[in-house]
């Protein structure tokens, strides 16, 4: 993997020099400020409006989760999707030098919605375990290692990079291996 971002990066920098290597970075600069504040809006309110012991009964087999918590998760993870996707389309769409169109800016998406839905929903419910079950979060402290525990999650890295290669127009494409480097999922 680290050789294929070298030899990426050697092959940007010698045919269209520094600015090649940051192209596409303002969509995601103003993106990420947006659908991440909106993601813990999102989540903050629904978590907090559903306080009634209905959406505060926990789920059977799960450890404690409350259904509120898996809800709001739910739908943080939508509103972030639906604003993160666009963005990343035009962002990679840029970045691989090719158009973008309008109407297919929702291209990705429903990968895109699986891997939110499934880390930020994890996270939410890891923190709420943390928040109601602990006393982690008496402290800035025990607030940074709850979050940064709960930030610890390698299971849908396939979601994303499913997502950029539809954005790209490109569904699986077989590994390149050259001079020992295996390249999974990018054409270079």
């Known amino acids: 993997m680290m050789c294929h971002v070298i030899m990426f990066a050697e092959r940007v920098w010698r045919s269209e020099g520094l600015v090649g290597l940051y192209r596409g970075w303002l969509p995601p600069l103003w993106g990420s400020s947006v659908y991440r504040s909106m993601q813990f809006a999102v989540f903050e309110a629904l978590y907090t409006k559903w306080s009634s012991p209905d959406w505060k009964r926990e789920i059977p087999y799960t450890g404690g989760i409350q259904l509120r918590v898996l809800c709001a998760g739910l739908a943080a993870s939508t509103s972030r999707a639906v604003i993160e996707s666009p963005v990343e389309y035009a962002k990679v769409r840029r970045q691989t030098g090719q158009a973008w169109v309008m109407r297919d800016i929702y291209t990705g998406f429903g990968m895109q919605w699986a891997r939110t839905g499934g880390l930020m929903t994890t996270y939410f419910m890891i923190i709420d375990s943390v928040r109601r079950h602990t006393t982690l979060f008496n402290s800035r402290w025990g607030q940074f290692v709850a979050s940064g525990g709960a930030s610890v999650r390698l299971l849908f890295p396939p979601a994303l990079v499913c ?19 295996i390249l999974v999922g990018l054409a270079v």
Do not use: A, F, K
């Not at 790209?168 to 020992?180: M, N």
């Open 163 to 181: 997502s950029v290669l539809l954005m790209r127009g490109v569904l699986c494409p077989p590994p390149i291996i050259t001079d020992g480097c």
